[in-house]
Structures are given as C-alpha cells and as structure tokens.
C-alpha cells in the first residue's frame, strides 16, 4: 500500500477521490474522512456495524415515508355520505301527510 494517503488499496483510495474530490481542499478533507472510516472499521468494527446498521435503518424509515406520502397523494377523497338510493320528490299529498304527522308535536308548522 505504499503511497496510499489512507490506508485503503490506491484502486478505492483513487475511485473515492475522483468521484467525490474537486479542489485540492476538499481532496486532503476527503482523505482524511476515508482515513478515519478505514480505522473505525480496522479498529472497532462492530461500532462500524452498528453505524451502518443506525444508518440503513434511517434511510429506510426516509424511503418508507416518501412513499407513503407519494401514495397518499393519488388516494381517492372519501364521497361525502349519501344516501343508497336516490329519493324521490314528495307528491303534494304526501307532503300534506308528512306535515300533518308532524304537527301532532309542534303546532306551528306553515300549511301547504
């Protein structure tokens, strides 16, 4: 591993800085955020389990949630209550009835 800024074989070590590195700053932080990763997981791997394992955790309770909202947003609104069957209009007499039945209780309904 000679040359390696890291400690990570130079084919990760080169991957990670040319895809994540721009200026030669963020290269040195990069490095050294590899660095620190390569001896948590040398040193204390099961610290690094549990990290990842934290971590897979909250992505997947991220991801369960986009989707749910991304589903909820194509559910049908609930239709109002409505009666089974459409009623028909009351005929003149049958409100006369209707009326008439209901007055038994309170005088002051209007005629018809």
Excluded: C, W
């Excluded at 040398?42 to 991220?62: F, I, N, T, Y």
Aim: charged share 30%; no cysteine; proline share 7%.
């Amino acid at each position: 591993m000679g040359g390696s800024l890291t400690g990570l074989p130079r084919v990760v070590e080169r991957r990670v800085l040319k895809r994540y590195g721009g200026t030669k700053a963020r290269r040195v932080g990069i490095a050294a955020t590899v660095k620190a990763l390569s001896v948590l997981l040398r040193k204390h791997p099961r610290a690094a389990l549990d990290m990842a394992a934290a971590a897979a955790l909250q992505a997947s309770r991220a991801g369960v949630r986009e989707m749910t909202g991304a589903l909820r947003r194509f559910e049908r609104p609930e239709p109002e209550a409505r009666p089974a069957t459409r009623a028909r209009p009351l005929a003149r007499r049958e409100v006369r009835r209707f009326l008439k039945l209901l007055r038994r209780g309170q005088p002051n309904l209007p005629e018809m």
